[in-house]
């Protein structure tokens, strides 16, 4: 990934703006517009939860097998390591303040999301490269930017500029 790509993901990452009392939605799943507008305003509370859950895997492969769990499990764990931290109170009424079912549902999310935008560029960048600049590009690049569905990368596409005026607004807040 490129420097400003990078700063871009990274920026939205960590963005997020006041509370909410938002409702559950019925599917958390998938890239949807109230999904990413509710992690939008969830993010600048969940920071400093996020920091922490960033210290629950010590390595790549602690971190590729705890990926490969159920969403189910990945809450059980997730709770398990708040809890040792004493932060998993807090935790569960900020997401149930903004509507989330657990934390990890919102952290899914976040990662479909930063993937999702971090594959929407990469798609603009290998427009007019050689079929072996392409091999080269693909064999350096993580594979989960690889495998995101076209179902997101067409919502990042369609949704481009209410994002960027969003990291814009949070930048700006700062």
Known sequence: MGSALKIFVLGLLLMGAGLSNAQLLPNNHTLNAQSV?????SNRDMVPVMQVLDQMHAS??????FDALSAALQDEQIDAFLRTQQLLD???AMVQRHGWKSVGEYQRLGTRLGNAIAAYFLAQDI???TEEQLQVLRD???PALLAVPEADIAFVKANEKALQQYIQAYAAGR
Request: charged residues 20%; negative net charge; hydrophobic residues 45%.
């Open 37 to 41: 507008q509710r992690w939008m305003e």
């Open 140 to 142: 350096n690049t993580d």
């Open 90 to 92: 807090n935790a569960q």
């Open 60 to 65: 790549a492969e602690a971190m590729a097998a």
């Open 127 to 129: 427009q007019g490269l």
